[in-house]
T-cell receptor
Framework: SQQGEEDPQALSIQEGENATMNCSYK?????LQWYRQNSGRGLVHLIL?????REKHSGRLRVTLDTSKKSSSLLITASRAADTASYFC?????????????FGSGTRLSIRP | ETGVTQTPRHLVMGMTNKKSLKCEQH?????MYWYKQSAKKPLELMFV???????ENNSVPSRFSPECPNSSHLFLHLHTLQPEDSALYLC??????????????FGPGTRLTVL
């Protein structure tokens, strides 16, 4: 079974609203990353949060990590039409090779104008 | 522009054809990856070349064959594919640090259609 699973699978909101996506994982991790993918394109790294961090900000993005619940959330504030994309969390397992990270199924975000 | 390029961007091939996908990274990274992305499925890690070692996903069929002649170039050789192999194939690279984190930089992908 996959390590990270995003929730919801799809989200549609009005431009200007905030979007929240969640990710749950199963094993202990070193860090958790969020990526964005525009339709049919490659993934772009957004933000990384280490296992000893609880919250991190980058522009309109806010990521939280709760290692006791094995979950993370990505908040996009004041959404824009250009934020329409799929968002993936990715985790690497503690003690595993640094080269192996596992992606979830993604949340497809649509911003209505 | 992420510094990772892939060619071709689109490929249509028959089941008896042999073709190759190419990936090049201009970031000085020491690890490169092939992923397969099918509709409504998580990204599937196919192959990793990391610190000059090749790591395979044992579930990848032998009709996919990777080649990494140097740290900047990665190929995926395809032969006798099946229609279910149609997908977006993504290449990525990273600077692997033992005990560190692994931000991956992705190419734009090759959209493969097998007829």
């Amino acid at each position: 079974s996959q390590q990270g699973e995003e929730d919801p699978q799809a989200l549609s909101i009005q431009e200007g609203e905030n979007a929240t996506m969640n990710c749950s994982y199963k094993t202990s991790i070193n860090n958790l990353q969020w990526y964005r993918q525009n339709s049919g394109r490659g993934l772009v790294h957004l933000i990384l949060i280490r296992s000893n961090e609880r919250e991190k900000h980058s522009g309109r993005l806010r990521v939280t990590l709760d290692t006791s619940k094995k979950s993370s959330s990505l908040l996009i504030t004041a959404s824009r039409a250009a934020d329409t994309a799929s968002y993936f969390c990715a985790t690497d397992e503690e003690y595993s090779s640094a080269s192996k990270i596992i992606f979830g199924s993604g949340t497809r975000l649509s911003i209505r104008p | 522009e992420t510094g990772v390029t892939q060619t071709p961007r689109h490929l249509v091939m028959g089941m008896t054809n042999k073709k190759s996908l190419k990936c090049e990274q201009h970031l000085g990274h020491n690890a490169m990856y092939w992923y397969k992305q099918s509709a409504k499925k998580p990204l599937e890690l196919m192959f990793v070349y990391s610190l000059e070692e090749r790591v395979e996903n044992n579930s990848v069929p032998s009709r996919f064959s990777p080649e990494c002649p140097n740290s900047s170039h990665l190929f995926l050789h395809l032969h006798t594919l099946q229609p279910e192999d149609s997908a977006l194939y993504l290449c990525a690279s990273s600077q692997e640090q033992r005990g560190g984190y692994n931000e991956q930089f992705f190419g734009p992908g090759t959209r493969l259609t097998v007829l």
